[in-house]
């Protein structure tokens, strides 16, 4: 009874799962006015990898924070599955954030003293799971990074992109159903930002995450399969394009490249 009418057409596009409608954001007043956002509109669908670019101040993580409910449009409308997160109370929203949104920041955000395996388990403790079943789970989640030998070094044991990893872990144990990552490999050189961005589009493949990530990085975006671009404020330019993830490129394509990277 609560199953809503399903449509039988094939092909037709999946509803979205994130929609801006004309989202405006200014801080400040008068003098101090800032107009982050100048009406922004988009819709990502389920299972999309987008990658967000532009220049500084161009409104990319205002955007990723309204997103990822820490923020609200001073006017327009941000809906998530056609919800006007608007029109939810506080508490709402922080469920809404707990259960539904997964976060991944530039700086990686993981407690220092604390090991790989309690980190990625932080957010079981908020919700209650009983203590065996989280031990479980993060360790499980640590294997799907490829970190599972690592569960009990600290971040200052940790490289760059392993602690990155760690932060997916973390962000992933809830099975969010979008994840939002501001600059994830920001802080990470080269070889590490592909080791991130291929874990990325692994879950995004695998698992059918949602992916909304901001970069500065064209051959990082290039991972995604769509580009938003801002410009003050605007969407500039929105394309969809062929990801060259290592999903995307043939078995004799991807070989040579990946041989060559580690050397
Ligand atoms: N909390 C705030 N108070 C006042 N102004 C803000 C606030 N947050 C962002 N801004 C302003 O809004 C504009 C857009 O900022 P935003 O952080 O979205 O840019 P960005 O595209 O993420 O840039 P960067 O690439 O440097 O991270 C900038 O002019 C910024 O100074
Ligand atoms: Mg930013």
């Given at each position: 009874?609560?199953t809503p009418?399903?449509?039988?057409m094939a ?7 994130l929609e ?5 954001k200014i ?20 299972g999309e990898f ?14 990723m924070?309204?997103?990822g409910c820490?923020?609200?449009p001073?006017?327009g409308?941000y ?15 922080a ?6 949104l ?15 395996l309690?980190n990625?388990?932080l957010p ?5 799971t ?6 479980e789970?993060s ?8 970190l ?7 971040p ?6 392993q602690?990155?990893r760690?932060?997916?872990?973390r ?10 990552a501001?600059?994830?490999?920001g802080n990470?050189?080269?070889?590490r ?7 990325l ?6 698992r059918?995450?949602t ?15 769509r580009?938003i ?6 969407v ?6 062929h990801a ?6 043939t ?13």
């Amino acid at each position: 009874m609560s199953t809503p009418i399903q449509m039988p057409m094939a092909n037709r596009a999946p509803e979205p799962l994130l929609e801006f409608r004309d989202v405006m954001k200014i801080y400040g007043a008068g003098e101090g006015e800032v107009r982050a956002l100048a009406g922004v509109s988009f819709e990502i669908r389920p299972g999309e990898f987008v990658a967000m670019m532009g220049p500084s101040g161009s409104g990319k993580s205002t955007t990723m924070n309204m997103l990822g409910c820490l923020d609200t449009p001073t006017r327009g409308a941000y809906l998530f599955r056609g919800v006007d997160v608007g029109a939810l109370s506080r508490k709402q929203r922080a469920r809404l954030r707990r259960f539904h949104l997964g976060f991944v920041f530039q700086g990686f955000n993981l407690l220092a003293r604390t090991n790989a395996l309690e980190n990625v388990e932080l957010p079981l403790i908020y919700r209650g799971t009983p203590r065996a079943e989280r031990r479980e789970r993060s360790f499980q989640a640590l294997e799907t990074v490829g970190l599972s030998k690592w569960w009990d070094h600290t971040p200052a044991e940790l490289s760059g992109g392993q602690q990155q990893r760690v932060a997916i872990a973390r962000a992933m144990i809830t099975e969010p159903s979008v994840l939002l990552a501001d600059e994830p490999t920001g802080n990470l050189d080269s070889a590490r930002s592909e080791e991130v961005m291929e874990l990325l589009c692994r879950l995004n493949r695998e698992r059918h995450l949602t992916i909304a990530m901001v970069t500065h990085e064209p051959d990082l975006a290039a991972y995604a399969s769509r580009t938003i671009h801002f410009r003050d404020g605007l969407v500039h330019s929105d394309s969809n394009h062929h990801a060259h993830s290592p999903a995307g490129r043939t078995a004799a394509e991807s070989a040579p490249v990946e041989a060559g990277r580690d050397a």
